[in-house]
């Protein structure tokens, strides 16, 4: 059933406004005056009453709207700045250095650099010869004066170039000529390719300080030369222990490398 609507204030029964607690009588017998002493009716004493209350609610309401305007017109009043929002700038990135390095197959200088922490990229390719831009058949034929090698991206925050050539020589057999464990000819000799003047002394300063502390007795014979240009190899030899990683393993085993490596170095060969 729906619920029964509540009594509406001011209907039968119920005055919507408080009783007259002052009777006729005493306000004529000399009683406290009434405050509404001169109404001819009880209807003219309500009615004054309604304008009363009307007239305090009214003045109320102005009270409340004078303070909302007071409190909008101080925050408005509050400095405004036109200075845009400093952002902060975003960090520069570090610039990259390059370092070419020539140790044999290059599948596997790769594969002995890629591991160094701060080398961002290895890319193998030829360098040292006199044909522009040789395919690997030409390379491997000896007639263009190419050595396999592979170009070094690093991140000289992480690594320093000094710290690559330290690991350079430990991945190498750099006391043979034209040969690399068991691969030969000039296309497999060891040499260290500077791109700028401070790469060559610190490539000559490395092998000074070598040459005082190598764990052999056969000269070194590495060669350290300026760069010239430098062309990528073919695709299908980039990554190639990551992409053919039987076949690259069972090759570096039957070459002979980290045995040689061993045998050269001991424990100072690089892992």
């Known amino acids: 059933m729906p619920k029964p609507a509540p009594p509406i204030r001011g209907a039968t029964g119920a005055s919507s406004e408080p009783a007259d607690t002052l009777s006729a009588s005493e306000g004529a017998s000399g009683g ?5 002493q001169g109404r001819s009716s009880l209807g003219a004493d309500r009615s004054g009453r309604r304008a009363v209350l009307g007239a305090g609610l009214a003045l109320a309401a102005s009270l409340v709207a004078l303070l909302a305007l007071g409190s909008a017109a101080a925050v408005f009043a509050q400095p405004r700045s036109n200075a845009p929002t400093a ?3 975003a960090a520069a990135p570090t610039a990259s250095a390059r370092a070419i390095l020539a ?3 290059f599948w596997c200088v790769e594969a002995d650099f890629d591991k160094v922490p701060g080398v961002l990229r290895t890319t193998s390719g030829y360098i040292g010869g006199s044909v522009a831009n040789p395919s690997y058949e030409q390379v491997a034929a000896k007639t263009t004066g190419h050595a396999e090698a592979v170009e ?17 020589w430990r991945t190498i057999d750099p006391t043979t000529r034209d040969r690399q464990f068991c691969d030969t000819g000039t296309p497999y000799r060891t040499a260290i390719f500077a791109v700028d003047g401070a790469q060559l002394a610190a490539a000559r300063a490395s092998l000074a300080a070598l040459d005082k502390s190598k764990p052999f007795s056969e000269p070194i014979v590495t060669q350290i030369l300026m760069a010239g ?7 299908y030899h980039q990554d190639y222990y990551q992409r053919n990683p039987v076949r690259y ?3 570096r085993k039957a070459c002979g490398r980290d045995a040689r490596l061993e045998q050269l170095w001991g424990r100072k060969a690089a892992p």
Do not use: M, N, T
């Open 152 to 168: 070094i991206e690093f991140d000289p925050s992480r690594v320093s170039y000094e710290a690559l050539l330290a690991h350079y």
């Open 103 to 105: 140790g044999g197959c």
């Open 249 to 251: 393993q069972y090759y």
């Open 87 to 89: 952002v902060p700038a």
């Open 229 to 235: 240009p430098f062309y990528k190899a073919e695709d």
């Open 32 to 36: 406290p005056p009434s405050p509404w």
